[in-house]
């Protein structure tokens, strides 16, 4: 009876786990609040599990919080064109133009306050394109009179409501795109924060080539054990002139006569060469702007 009971709790704990590991794999980010709330109960609950085997095979990482868990999955093809972000609605395709929407509307939500309306990230799209002349100079412009400009803000808004970026409180989509109302939206911080999806910032990465930007910032990163090994040798040198400067000082006590005055011995010097902690990401809508940059080809 005992091993009947342990048997039918392994086939549960192994019926979760295929659950959520097939929930992650199709919504890498899953939000606690959101509509995959169950799946996103099950992914904190094996999160360990989930963590270990993602890494000893794809070799991606998981994030788990009390608020959104997200799996960083990496495209095994980066040029791999076939299977582009869409409007959860209508079903459509987003294409350049939509992608750096999408971006520009990241970077006014990093800006809104709890609360915002479809109108005013608008305003915040069109003040941030206006303001870029690469993007004018890339072609990429954004006109709230332009019926379908609008409609390429629409389809953002509503990827960002499939990704519980944002949650509808009041109002429909189709209502400001038919210019007859507007939407007001909360805006979920923490899965804002989790969107970024690479292995290091756009900003730290030189190249202009689109291709080689893209390997760059997913690439497994050796900028930080760079670092490490810079500042490790910096602090070993600084301890050699220590070294040498305390053996200076003692030698000159040695030689002084006995009943000189004895200056006091040095303290301590503070390690001003720490090593540093890991980098957080990058809050400003900067981040964005890189993005939306590279998207636009300029």
């Known amino acids: 009876m005992s091993g009947r009971h342990e ?11 295929q659950t959520a590991l097939r929930a992650l794999l199709r919504h890498p980010l899953l939000a606690a609040a959101g509509r995959h709330s169950a799946e996103a109960g099950l992914v904190r609950r094996h999160a360990t599990w989930l963590r270990e085997w993602l890494a000893r095979n794809p070799a991606w990482t998981l994030q788990v919080d009390n608020e959104v868990a997200r799996l960083r999955k990496t495209p095994a093809d980066l040029s791999d064109g076939t299977r582009p972000a869409r409007d959860p609605s209508s079903n459509t395709e987003f294409n350049r133009r939509r992608y ?9 939500l990093e800006r ?11 305003e915040a799209v069109v003040a941030f394109a206006a303001a870029d002349p690469a993007l004018a100079a890339a072609g990429i412009i954004f006109d709230l009179a332009s019926h379908d400009q609008r409609r390429d803000l629409v389809h953002a808004t509503r990827l960002l409501i499939e990704l519980c970026v944002l949650v509808r409180i009041h109002g429909d989509e189709q209502q400001y795109l038919s210019a007859q109302g507007d939407v ?15 292995k290091r910032g756009p900003s730290t990465v ?18 930080l054990r760079e670092r490490v090994e810079r ?11 220590l070294s040498n400067a305390q053996q200076s000082h003692l030698r000159a006590l040695h030689a002084a006569p006995q009943d000189a005055e004895v200056p006091p011995e040095p303290q301590p010097v503070p390690d001003p060469f ?7 990401p990058n809050a400003a809508p900067s981040r964005w702007r890189r993005w939306w940059l590279v ?3 300029a």
């Open 231 to 241: 500042a490790e040798s910096e602090r070993e040198q600084l301890r050699i002139l």
């Open 295 to 297: 998207i636009a080809g």
């Open 7 to 17: 048997t039918a709790t392994e086939q549960a704990v192994v019926a979760e786990r």
């Open 274 to 280: 720490p090593v540093p902690n890991p980098p957080t």
């Open 184 to 198: 007001l939206y909360n805006v979920n911080r923490p899965a804002l924060a989790s969107i970024l999806n690479v």
């Open 112 to 122: 809104a306050d709890r609360q915002t309306t479809l109108g005013k990230m608008a």
């Open 100 to 108: 750096v929407v999408f971006c520009l509307a990241l970077a006014a």
């Open 206 to 223: 030189d190249d202009t080539d689109l291709e080689a930007r893209l390997a760059a910032i997913v690439a497994e990163r050796d900028w």
